[in-house]
C-alpha cells in the first residue's frame, strides 16, 4: 500500500491509499480523480494517463519500458518528468509519491 | 440516400463482427468509420503487437485479426464508408435520417455505435497562438505538397510522418525538424536518412525543444521553441506541420440526447440497446455493470446487438435462432453451395 498525491492542473490534492500491484492510473480511474482519461485501459497504446512526477521522485521510479517515451511523444505538452501512469506500478516503496496532473490529457 | 437495415459507426473488430452477425441473421449493414482504413485501434494503434486473448487464436496481431475478420464478412458484401464521420442523426417516424461530415444520408431504423474511445483525430499544439493559423499555414495533415515549394517549412515530431515529411519536402523547401528528445521513433532508415540531410546541410534539426509560441500578425511569420530548462529560439516560418500522433475524441456522438458516463455510453446487457429506442451501442464505448473492455466482450457485445436490430428491422417476422453448422438459410447467406 502506498500514499499517492494527485495534484490537478488547478492545484486541488488528492491524497489516495493505493492498494499494492495496482498502477498509478488504476488508482486514479477507480478513485474517480479527474484529469487521467487513461482512453486504451492501460496498454500503452494512448498517452491519457500522462502526468508529471515531482522532480525528487522522478529518478527513484523503476526506468521506463520500451516504448513508452513514443507514446509520451503524443501526450499533451510532455516534459522531462513526463510519465504515463499506467506503467507505474504501485508498491510500498512508492509511499508518498506525488504526481502532478496535465492541464488536459487531449 | 442509402436505406438499410443498420448503419454501425466504427470499424474495429467488434463493429465487424456485428457486421457479421446481422449479414448471418440475413439484415444489411453500412459502416462509417473515421480513418481512412479497416480496422479501428486494431490497425491504427497496434497492427503489430501480438494479442493473445482472442478465444482459439493463441496469438494474432492487430493487423491478422482485422483481415480475418474482413474475410470472415465477405459473403454479406458490405459498404464501408471510410474517411467519413457521422455527424447528425434525426429520427425520423420509426428511422433514424443519419447524415455525415462528407454529406452521405442513410436511413434505417439501426444504429451501432461501435466507435471504440471515439474518433481518431490528430492531436494539435497546445499553443493557443496555433489555433488563428489553423488549416492554413498551421497543418497536422498534408493534402497538397506544391504548397511547400521554396517556403520554410518547421515540422514537429519523431515519428514516421514527421520524418517521412521532413525528409520529403527537404527537395524542395527549407526544412526545420523539431522533436522533444533525441531519440526518434519512426524507422531506422528514415532515422538514418534525416541525419544525412542535416550533414549535407538539407535539413535543420532542434532537438529537446518544444513549441513555446507561434508568431505572425494575420500571415505566420515564426515559430519560437524552447527547451527543458526554458531557453528558446526563434526560426522564421512559412508552414508549420504538427505530427504527434492521434486522439480520441468522442465527438458529435455527445450530442445525440444519449446517456453519457465518463465517456461511455450505459446500455441494457440483454440487446445492448442504449437510451435513445434504435441505438445500440457495443464494444470499448458501451458500459454496464461488469463491462470488460475486451475485444471477446466486444463480439458478444455485437451478436446480442445485431438480434436487437432485428426486430426494428423486421417488426413483422418472428427471429429463429439457427446454427452455421446446420441452417440452410444461415448458409445461403454465407454463399456456401448445398448438396
Known sequence: MAKITYIEHSGQKHEIDVANGLTVMEGAVQNDIPGIDADCGGSMACATCHVYVKEDWFPKL?????GEDDMLDQAYEPKANSRLSCQITVSDELNGLVVHLPEKQV | MIKTDALIIGAGPTGLFCAHQLGIIGLKCEIVDNLD???GQCIELYPDKPIYDIPAIPECTGEELTNNLIEQIKPFNINFHLSDRVQEIKKEKKNWRVKTLNGKEFLTPNIVIAGGVG????RKFPTKSADKFDGKTVLYSIKDKTIFKDKSVVIFGGGDSALDWAIELSKSS???LIHRRDEFRGAQSSVDKVKELQKNNKLEIFTKYSIKDIKGNGKLESVEIKDDDGNSKLISADYVLGFFGLIMQLGPILDWGLNIDKKTIPVNTETFETNKQGIFAIGDICTYPG????ILSGFHEGAL???GCFK????DEKLRFEFTTTSKAVQNRLGLKND
Open chain 2, 291 to 294: 463491462k470488460l473492455k475486451l
Open chain 2, 305 to 307: 446487438a445485431a438480434r
Open chain 2, 174 to 176: 527549407k526544412v526545420t
Open chain 2, 312 to 315: 426494428y428491422a423486421r417488426p
Open chain 2, 119 to 122: 474518433s481518431f483525430e490528430p
Open chain 2, 37 to 39: 482504413k479497416i480496422g
Open chain 1, 62 to 66: 523503476p526506468n521506463k519500458e520500451t
